[in-house]
């Protein structure tokens, strides 16, 4: 069962979480400044409310009806308000409405355990208090997208320096020693993201000096191998005729082809190879190439094109393609042409997952459903020499008719796809850059 994984961009995580901080902090102080403004506003309305009692009471004669609303023995008066005034004290009292506005109370005592009470409703203040509540909503909801656009300011910067940081990257591990990501970060100000590219440039560096270095180690070896081998080759010209004979060749010839080989990765390795251009009909070039290389290969040209190509690179490519279907793959071998695109496609078990996964490697020949007996440099070379041209080789597997149904059937072929560019690399071995829709 697969988990679902929610991705989204630094430059929102960090705007939302800015918005949440600012609106939570602007609802917890609104909450404050609402409820202290209220409890203020309550405590001057009932001063003022008290204040207005003892006025009217220190002007009410007695027999006289009390003025402004006033009342004496008000039987909606509360019940704790008129004891506390009976007892001689004079008091005020906020009855809560759960419908409507709060009641403002003051009382005080009058002779013969009589209480003149006075209450208004709390509408002046509460209207004061809706006010600053729409204030308080207002100036939040400004944090809130004052906050949001900081954040994608802030974060937009941060996201653009990463993406930059990656490109390079990716740059970089696509081979492309000169670039370094310190400097495709670039900015003013210096944050984390200056000591990720460091240490990634740091760490291209050493690679690309280990790699050098086993570069170096393996031409070394096969150029030191070059002169045994071929007097090895010599000595076994001028043994006598027979099956022993036969076999010391052969394995002579293959290590020497093995140590070419070698040496032609380990030129590909220093990307000092570089292209002589032709202009070749493709359609014509490989139907003569593959009769050539392999009359028992089936040729199909769905449309020729002209291109701008080295031959002989061309030539090697299509002959490892051709030598590995026939190797580890079964007949018929199909090459089909169209356009720019050449096909080699052979009927046998398919290219081995950790191919298709990770790409050519050197020295490993397959695995336990396509063993052969080469060296594992064939596609490697084939590779480096599309790289060359500045084509690109892809490998994929053919399903076989069972397992399209949905049935047990596994592959029913390889396919190598050879995909040649249409721009030719120029003679310093750059490419154009093609802007992809």
């Known amino acids: 069962m697969r988990r679902f994984t929610l991705r989204t961009g630094i430059r929102w995580k960090i705007t939302l979480a800015i918005a949440a901080v600012g609106a939570l902090t602007a609802v917890a102080l609104s909450l404050v400044v609402h409820s202290a403004a209220r409890v203020s506003m309550l405590e001057s309305a ?60 003051a009382a005080v005592p009058l002779g013969n355990g009589q209480v003149l009470s006075l209450h208004t409703q709390f509408r002046e203040s509460a209207n004061m208090v809706r006010d600053l509540d729409r204030a308080l909503v207002i100036g939040s909801l400004a944090v809130v997208i004052g906050g949001s656009a900081l954040g994608v300011l802030i974060g937009g910067q941060i996201s653009r320096r990463l993406r930059k940081a990656a490109a390079a990257a990716q740059r970089v591990a696509h081979g492309d020693p000169e670039v370094r990501v310190r400097d495709a970060v670039g900015g003013v100000v210096r944050d984390e993201t200056d000591d990720l590219a460091r240490a990634v440039d740091a760490m291209a560096d050493a690679l690309q000096q280990r790699l050098e270095a086993e570069r170096r180690v393996t031409a070394d070896i096969a150029h030191e191998l070059r002169t045994p081998v071929t007097g090895l080759l010599t000595a076994a010209e001028l043994l006598p005729p027979g099956r022993p004979t036969e076999l010391v060749r052969d394995r002579a010839q293959a290590l020497r082809a093995l140590v070419e080989d ?55 490519i299509l002959g490892n393609l051709l030598a590995n279907a026939a190797r580890y793959g079964q007949p018929p071998i199909q090459v089909d042409v169209e356009g720019r695109v050449v096909r080699v496609r052979d009927h046998g078990p398919g290219f081995p997952e950790a191919l298709l996964r990770e790409g050519p490697s050197r020295f490993r020949t397959g695995s336990t459903d396509r063993a052969g007996v080469g060296h594992g440099l064939g596609l490697t070379i084939a590779e480096g020499q599309a790289r060359v041209l500045g084509a690109r080789l892809t490998f994929r597997n053919v399903a076989a008719p069972a397992a399209l149904a949905g049935g047990a059937g596994g592959a029913a072929g390889a396919v190598a796809v050879l995909w040649l560019p249409e721009h030719a690399p120029t003679t310093t071995g750059s490419f154009p850059v093609i802007q992809v829709p």
């Open 262 to 316: 070698v040496l032609e990765v380990a030129r590909l390795d220093s990307a000092s190879e570089r292209a002589e251009l032709q202009d070749v009909a493709l359609g014509e070039f490989v139907s003569r190439r593959v009769k050539a290389l392999m009359p028992e290969a089936s040729v199909r040209v769905v449309a020729d094109e002209i291109v701008s190509t080295d031959p002989r690179r061309l030539e090697r």
């Open 46 to 105: 009932r001063e003022v409310q008290l204040d207005r009692v003892q006025f009217i009471s220190r002007n009410t004669d007695s027999g006289r009806r009390p003025m402004m609303g006033a009342k004496v023995n008000d039987p909606e008066l509360p019940a704790q308000l008129r004891e506390k005034a009976r007892s001689g004290r004079r008091g005020t009292f906020v009855q809560e409405n759960p419908h409507g506005l709060p009641e403002v109370w």
